[in-house]
C-alpha cells in the first residue's frame, strides 16, 4: 500500500515494500503483549513486519528515501518484497525522474531495492550515503556486510554514488542528519516546509516500544550504547518539537507523534490516506 501526506510545498508518500508474519516472542526477552499493541495481528497470533520507503516531490524535484528490500533472494520465510518500484509506477511518477536517493543506511532492507533483475531501479538518479556507511560495511565480516557490498557494486561501477560526511540538505529544507548507532553512519531525514516539520527515522527506531525504553536495543543495532542514546535524544527532540515522526518498521503507514502520557513518553500513531 502506499498513503500520503502534505509536507508544506512537498508532498510525501510512504510505500510499503514489503512485509512478513512473525513471532512476538525472541524479539525482545523484556517485550509484553503491550509492547505490541500497535501491531496488527494475523490468526495465530503473529504480528504484521512492515519494509518502509519513501517518496518526496514537488513537482519538480523527486527524491527517494531508502528503497526497501527488492527483489533479492533470502529474508525471512513468507515474506512479500520488491513492491516499491510498481508502487511508484502506479503513483504515476517517472522512475527516471528521481533525481536523488538517501539512504539511511546499507542495511539490505534499505539498500536491496536499488536494483531490479540485475539493473539500477533510479539511474538518473545521485544515491546518497554517509562516508562512514561504507568505511563500515566494505571492510566489515558477515552476511549483511556481504549484501551491503554485493547491493553497494552496481552503483559504485555506475558512478552513481554520493559520500556525505556531515548534516547535507539535499533540496530546500530536506536535509540527511547524522544519527549513528543503529549504524556507524546511519542517517535521517529531515523535512522542514512552510512551518511544517517531518523526520524520516530510518532504523533510528525499530519498534514503537523503543519510545517509552529508548535503551532496548534489538541485535540489528550495531553498537546498542550508542543507539540507545540517539534513538532517546532524537525522541526527545520529536517530543518537544512536535514534529512528526515516520518510521519504516513501525506498523504502517509508521507516522505519529512522539508524546507525554500520564508521565511516559509514547508513539502516538498519526491517521493518514492511503492512495492505494
Ligand atoms: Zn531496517
Not at 539511511?104 to 550515503?129: C, E, K, L, W
Not at 530510518?202 to 543495532?221: A, K, R
Not at 520529536?238 to 504502517?252: D, I, V
Request: aromatic content about 10%; some cysteine.
Amino acid at each position: 500500500m502506499t498513503w500520503k501526506l502534505d509536507c508544506g510545498s512537498y508532498t510525501l508518500f510512504v510505500i510499503e515494500d514489503g512485509y512478513y508474519w512473525r513471532d512476538t516472542t525472541g524479539y525482545h526477552d523484556d517485550a509484553t503483549d503491550h509492547d505490541w499493541r500497535f501491531h496488527p495481528r494475523n490468526d495465530s497470533g503473529q504480528v504484521r513486519m512492515n519494509f518502509g520507503c519513501y517518496l518526496i516531490t514537488n513537482g519538480d524535484r523527486t527524491v527517494m528515501i531508502d528503497a526497501g528490500i527488492g527483489d533479492r533472494p533470502g529474508g525471512p520465510p513468507g515474506m512479500t518484497a520488491g513492491l516499491m518500484p510498481s508502487a511508484v509506477d502506479a503513483l504515476g511518477i517517472d522512475r527516471t525522474s528521481v533525481d536523488t536517493v538517501v539512504y539511511t543506511h546499507m542495511h539490505y532492507d534499505h539498500i536491496g531495492g536499488s536494483q531490479r533483475d540485475g539493473r539500477v531501479v533510479f539511474p538518473n538518479a545521485r544515491h546518497v550515503f554517509h562516508s562512514k556507511e561504507w568505511e563500515h560495511w566494505s571492510e566489515a565480516d558477515g552476511d549483511l556486510a556481504r549484501a551491503a557490498r554485493d547491493i553497494m557494486a552496481p552503483l559504485l561501477e555506475a558512478d552513481l554514488v554520493d559520500f556525505i560526511d556531515q548534516d547535507t540538505e539535499v533540496l530546500p529544507g530536506v536535509s540527511a542528519i547524522e544519527a549513528f548507532g543503529h549504524t556507524p553512519g546511519h542517517l535521517c531525514v529531515s523535512v522542514m516546509s512552510d512551518g511544517t516539520r517531518t523526520l524520516i527515522g530510518g532504523d533510528v527506531s525499530n519498534h514503537p516500544f523503543q519510545v517509552e525504553n529508548p535503551h532496548w536495543s534489538l541485535p540489528v543495532d550495531n553498537d546498542p550504547v550508542h543507539a540507545g542514546r540517539t534513538r532517546d535524544r532524537v525522541f526527545d527532540d520529536l517530543r518537544q518539537s512536535g514534529a512528526t515522526f515516520l518510521a519504516g518498521h513501525y506498523p504502517m503507514p509508521g507516522v505519529g507523534k512522539i508524546v507525554i502520557d500520564d508521565g511516559v513518553r509514547v508513539y502516538q500513531p498519526g491517521s493518514v490516506a492511503s492512495v492505494s
